[in-house]
């Protein structure tokens, strides 16, 4: 799934740290990156955040568990 526009990152890392399944970020070359790792939280964070924004523009994601998706799917309605 796409996810746009984050603009709470601490936010949105609180509901990955909340996932019971694996959450992964599908990076430009086709790699993925375990979300729930803090290494990989912080190394995603400072790729994406080279432009200077403050704003994530969109990310793919991608989740195993139903429950760990609608958490996800809420974020992205409510921020």
């Known amino acids: 799934m796409k996810i746009s526009n984050?603009?709470?990152?601490?936010?949105?890392?609180?509901?990955?740290?909340?996932?019971?399944?694996?959450?992964?970020?599908?990076?430009?070359e086709g790699d993925r990156l375990n979300l729930k790792s803090k290494l990989c939280q912080y190394v995603s964070l400072a790729t994406i955040f080279t432009n200077g924004d403050a704003v994530?523009?969109?990310?793919?994601?991608?989740?195993?568990?139903?429950d760990d998706i609608k958490n996800l799917i809420n974020f992205?309605?409510?921020?």
């Open 6 to 28: 984050i603009s709470n990152v601490e936010k949105f890392f609180e509901v990955v740290d909340q996932c019971k399944g694996k959450v992964e970020l599908v990076t430009g």
């Open 76 to 79: 992205m309605m409510q921020g």
């Open 56 to 66: 994530i523009p969109e990310l793919e994601i991608v989740a195993y568990e139903e």
